[in-house]
């Protein structure tokens, strides 16, 4: 199977908008010190990208997690591969997502995270599916609102390929 990969958001774009809500989340968190926390391994890119560009102290922590397990389809249970190394009670801890369909990873993602005992929780999203929504998830900082097309590029891929683009593009498949 060959994939074509063509521009949806163009790398220019992308940049701009990161800019405009780290600019935000600046302003939200003035005199304030903000940890990130990258859900691996889809929104690195845009946790760097954006952690660059806070004025504000800023430390990251990493998770990875799966409400998919082996298949294609939600199981409904979120399983934690990848825990936090620091203990985020006290702090104002911001969710970095690359993308947000279902909410369902989400929905259960942020009342555990709410049980350690952060001062505030919020969430920003690269891209956002509001149209594949099963469960509501209240996201912040959101930098797209996209139609439900497959995507890649900065750090969203198709079987482990094209993380690396610096724009977001829409995969067609050909059979």
Known sequence: ?????????????????????????????????????????????????LAKRLTIPTTMDFMSVSSYGAGTVSSGEINIKK?????????????????????????????????????????TTLLDKPSRREVDVDVKYIGFEIEDKFVVGYGLDYDQ???????????ELDG
Do not use: H, W
Not at 96 to 118: A, F, H, M
Not at 161 to 171: A, K, N, Q, W
């Open 83 to 123: 825990d936090l190394d620091e203990s985020i009670e006290g702090l104002d801890v911001i969710v970095v997502e690359d993308i947000v369909d279902s909410g369902n990873t989400l929905s259960q993602l942020i009342p555990e995270l709410k049980k350690r005992n952060p001062r505030s929780i919020e969430i």
């Open 161 to 171: 390929s094209y993380r690396d683009l610096p724009f977001i593009g829409v995969v």
């Open 1 to 49: 199977m060959n994939e074509k990969i063509t521009v949806l958001i163009d790398e220019e774009t992308v940049d701009a908008r990161i800019k405009e809500i780290a600019a935000q989340i600046s302003k939200d968190y003035a005199k304030k010190e903000v940890r990130l926390i990258c859900i691996l391994k889809g929104s690195i890119f845009y946790t760097t990208e």
